[in-house]
């Protein structure tokens, strides 16, 4: 295909919709991991905090590297096996993938356990939204703090 405007524009119209679409989405998954990294006894959370952001980007860029590198062994051994090979490999990776997810408990339960109330999600039973007095206090509903 020759480069046409037609297909540019497709292009910058994929581009938008792609930003749009998955933009969020790194910085929100960063979040809700901050959020359910335990805190430090000793009031010291940034190592705590450092040290499990270590951890998430390792295993994070580890598991980004993994599946490309075993399509391409595969798909590299020299006509030996066909790409349908390669390509259903990566099913491995989906279906890993999928027994991780069955095994995520309760958002609520892990922010409980990492001590970190304030980041609750709101219960459908609240009249205001707000999980307890330290979410109203963060969000500026008690009237009570705000001066």
Avoid at 16 to 33: D, N, Q, R, S
Avoid at 96 to 107: S, V
Wanted: charged content about 15%.
């Amino acid at each position: 295909l020759s480069p046409s405007t037609t297909n540019s524009n497709f292009v910058f119209l994929f581009g938008f919709m792609l930003g749009v679409c998955k933009g969020w989405f790194h910085p929100i998954e960063t979040a809700l991991y901050v959020t359910i990294i335990p805190k430090d006894n000793n009031n010291n959370n940034s190592s705590v905090v450092a040290e499990m952001m270590g951890v998430y980007v390792f295993a994070n860029h580890i598991f980004a590297f993994l599946p490309p590198l075993f399509f391409t062994l595969l798909n590299e051994t020299q006509g030996l096996l066909s790409m349908r090979w390669g390509l259903a490999s990566i099913n491995i990776f989906f279906a890993f993938g999928l027994l991780f997810l069955h095994q995520i408990k309760d958002y609520d339960e892990a922010v409980r356990q990492a001590g970190e109330e304030r980041f609750l999600l709101p219960n459908d039973d609240d009249d205001d939204r707000a999980v307890n007095t330290t979410t109203k206090d963060v969000v500026g509903l008690n009237n009570d703090t705000i001066d």
